[in-house]
């Protein structure tokens, strides 16, 4: 035997008259209420339940997508962070060459220079008038080594520490 109770009235959101309480169960209560207090049926509880379903799962689509945006963006960040070093890079590379390059001009501009055009000239033998020109002959032995005061030529030849030690302690 079920008991039912009175059908409530209807509500400005509802659509028709709500199904009379079903007041069977151990507390006389119903067995679904929804936020306003109103009763639910079996099809609108079946209803919300896919309601439910499409709400977690379009938060579920919203927070891929938000992920897949924070992804993106972290990727075109990083990149963009490549991209400066290799440009720091590069100019650190334009430095260095526009250097050299200065150096190089520098190095023309005494190259062409009359001054160093004489001194080469004179390598070559073609010197100024009144000049005597000289050179050594291939294969011309060393200079003599030139005698330090009061010592004689020949010596033994030493080891460097044997002449800091001489130095140092006389000897």
């Known amino acids: 035997m079920t008991a039912q109770g009175p059908a409530l009235p209807a509500t400005p959101g509802d659509r028709g008259v709500r199904a009379p309480l079903d007041t ?4 006389g209560v119903p067995a679904a209420i929804d936020r306003r207090g ?4 079996a099809s609108r509880l079946r209803e919300m339940r896919r309601a439910f379903g499409r709400r977690h799962l379009g938060l579920v689509v919203g927070a891929l997508i938000a992920l897949w945006l924070v992804l993106v963006f972290s990727r075109a960040v990083t990149e963009a962070a490549a991209v400066n070093e290799d440009a720091d890079a590069v100019r650190q590379q334009i430095a260095e060459l526009r250097e050299r390059l200065d150096d190089a001009r520098r190095e023309v501009a005494v190259i062409q220079s009359g001054e160093f055009v004489l001194h080469r000239s004179r390598a070559f033998g073609m010197g100024e008038t009144g000049e005597r020109v000289f050179s050594l002959e291939p294969g011309a032995p060393p200079a003599p080594q030139i005698r330090p005061l009061g010592e004689p030529v020949e010596q033994e030849p030493t080891t460097p520490l044997e002449d800091w030690i001489a ?5």
């Open 167 to 171: 130095l140092l302690f006389g000897g």
């Open 38 to 41: 109103r009763v639910l049926s």
């Open 24 to 27: 069977s169960g151990t507390s």
